[in-house]
């Protein structure tokens, strides 16, 4: 029950410099070429300490002839540090 305390106790200048941290951390951690968010981040409690982000963008590898991709980055607010795994599988097909 912490987590709400804690969410109405921070600015929203607060949350938005959290959030870019979030967003540079995947982007930088991402394989993929001109990675973006999709969408914004979603907060999960302190029970289970981490923050995810969709990433989209082209793989760079030439056998993948720059296709489009999607990863799932995973922010972990106690190490401080984002972990990405491919996830196309995660959206459908634009």
């Known amino acids: ?3 709400p305390i804690a969410a109405q106790a921070s600015s929203p200048d607060a949350w938005a410099e959290y959030e870019q941290t979030v967003v540079k951390a995947c982007v930088a951690a991402s394989g993929l070429k001109d990675a973006k968010p999709v969408g914004r981040t979603i907060q999960y409690d302190d029970r289970v300490p981490v923050t995810a982000l969709v990433l989209a963008g082209r793989y760079p ?4 002839k720059n296709a489009p991709g999607r990863e799932l980055c ?3 607010r106690k190490a401080k540090k984002a972990y990405v795994s491919e ?3 995660l959206l459908p097909k634009p």
């Open 74 to 76: 995973v922010w972990d």
């Open 87 to 89: 996830a196309d599988q």
């Open 1 to 3: 029950m912490l987590a």
């Open 61 to 64: 590898q030439a056998h993948m």
